[in-house]
């Protein structure tokens, strides 16, 4: 799903390469993981990896929701009319996604 207007960028743009280096150590944690149930390690150690992994992840989305609320969701009100409404209302669903999971 692109969002991408004529002449704009995603708001994370100017942090990718911060984005991609959180996201491969946390794929690195997540091969840990795997490792770690293969070689049958300690039930209580494996989950403490799952949190510290699944925080890692939370981390990483609560940032891309800060951008896309300060570059998209700003310009868009900025502008008005129903592309404020659709920015805001995707706003509110990713925020409703993250407190359910």
Known sequence: MDHV???SAHGYIQRRD???KRLRRIEGQV???QRMVEEEQYCVDILT???ATTKALQSVALGLLEEHM???VVR???VGGAEADVKIREAT???ARLVRS
């Open 31 to 33: 091969r840990g993981l």
């Open 76 to 78: 868009a009100a900025a």
């Open 18 to 20: 911060d984005y991609l």
């Open 70 to 72: 300060s570059h998209c």
């Open 49 to 51: 990896q799952v949190s």
């Open 93 to 95: 669903e990713a925020i």
């Open 5 to 7: 207007e004529a002449g």
